[in-house]
């Protein structure tokens, strides 16, 4: 049986201890605990989770948070329903405004069976600060990264321990992303692997952040003195220093931002482009890479940001014809 299957066993067999509703999972039902469960249906449950997850790898669930209250439920709820609950649950605040930290401590309270830790940094560092934070604290075998506004498929955790038992060399472990999280079927039991190479990693970056797990142990760290390419920065570092790394080809991470945006982050791509010309710079600059190596993954950098750049510039450029195609309509319909 599941984590999840003997979570949901309890909730049945102690139907009076906690207020209980029901919900439909992309197609699975599944109960969903609102308060604490007793005393004694929690001890149980978390001594037989301890149980089975002493056969797998452990994982600690990193989420920087920077008042994302609005979007956290969200990636609480995928780590509650997963078919392999993480060892732990740790929320980095990157110092939030006082309402959005009182949001999420009320948020919190809704999961405490996750027992959820949190630590609130006294100033805005940035995410590579916040999850280094978590980092520092987390105790499993693996570190598992989510925004607080991605989600993960419920077989995620399970298919990657399942992968890293059968290939204990391997240290990174990410997955394909999606932007639907209906996109994809429900019954993932087993995924391809593509191991990553540095050639591959060094001309496009190969994973994506939320869908990540690494070894706790490794020596290396995200760099705080970025603020754009900061992940990419480090798994060319972690590759680079020989380790194997690799993707899962299943879509088992969600990713709910705009494809191409205009604003936010993913809009700025010239900053991001000078954030990873940083990365290559300072892999040159520690030796990890020669000056040709150098030379071209600059340049494919440029051709993929200037791409995204003028892609992102004939989206405003349909968006205003439509505008004005739209609002000479309104006009003619107000002069009938």
Known sequence: MTALGLRNSYLYIFPTTYEKRTKRYKGIQTHVSLKKFSFLADSIFR?????????????????????????????????????????????????????????????????????????????????????????????????????????????KLELQANTLQKN???????????????????????????????????????????????SRTINNRFNENLRYSEDNDLWCRVILATHLAANLQSFLTFYHKPIRSAEGASGQYLKMFQGQYRVFQGLYEDSLISIPLLSLAISSAAVRFGRRMLLVSVDKLRNFGNQTSNNGTLTRSKRK
């Open 47 to 155: 001594k037989a989770v301890t149980n089975m997850n002493s056969k797998n790898v452990s994982f600690s669930v990193l989420i920087p948070f920077f008042n994302d209250s609005a979007t956290i439920r969200r990636a609480l709820d995928s780590i509650s329903n997963q078919t392999l609950l993480p060892a732990e649950v740790i929320i980095v605040d990157d110092a939030s405004t006082e309402v959005e930290n009182a949001k999420l401590r009320e948020i919190l309270i809704e999961y405490s069976h996750l027992q959820p830790s949190l630590i609130v940094l006294p100033e805005n560092q940035g995410p590579s600060t916040a999850r280094n934070a978590g980092w520092k604290n987390a105790t499993a075998d693996f570190v598992a990264f989510l925004d607080a506004d991605d989600s993960w498929h419920p077989s």
């Open 168 to 214: 204990p060399e391997i240290v990174l472990l990410g997955t394909a992303r999606s932007y639907r999280e209906d996109s994809h079927p429900e019954n993932e039991k087993e995924s391809r692997i593509s191991l990553i190479t540095p050639a591959k990693q060094l001309f496009r970056n190969r994973f994506v952040t939320s869908s990540v797990v690494v």
